[in-house]
């Protein structure tokens, strides 16, 4: 059921923001992986994901944002994170995403590091 997910994207000084609304389970999980690849394919490498808006996260989501931070760095992009809540903090310690990302507490803050 896709009905408590939702991506918004927009662009802003050559970073694009995904904004991740509600449950990034294993249904909806492909769909972040499908839009970061289709602006990589468009040469758009530097991306923040702004997860204030969400409430889960799997273990396929995390796989994935792991894979696709490699290969946005192979190709001179990275992935900035911005807006976890403590819970999903929480979950990026215990599995080590927090020494893969650089996270930052808000947008402005992490468009200043590209």
């Known amino acids: 059921m896709l009905a408590n997910f939702e991506l918004k994207t927009e662009e802003k000084n050559g970073v ?5 609304i509600g449950e ?7 769909k972040l992986k499908d839009k970061l690849i ?5 040469g758009k490498n530097n991306f923040i994901i702004d997860f204030e808006g969400l ?12 894979g696709r931070v490699r290969e946005v760095r192979d190709a001179g992009g990275d992935i900035k994170i911005i807006n976890l809540n403590s819970h999903i903090a929480t979950i ?5 995403l927090n020494e ?10 992490a468009l200043k590091k590209f």
């Open 100 to 109: 893969i990302f650089e996270i930052y507490k808000s947008e402005d803050e």
């Open 24 to 30: 990034l389970d294993a249904l909806v999980a492909p």
């Open 92 to 96: 990026f310690e215990m599995v080590g």
């Open 16 to 20: 694009v923001i995904v904004r991740v």
């Open 55 to 66: 409430v889960h996260i799997n273990s396929l989501a995390m796989g994935i944002l792991r």
């Open 38 to 42: 289709e602006f990589s394919k468009a």
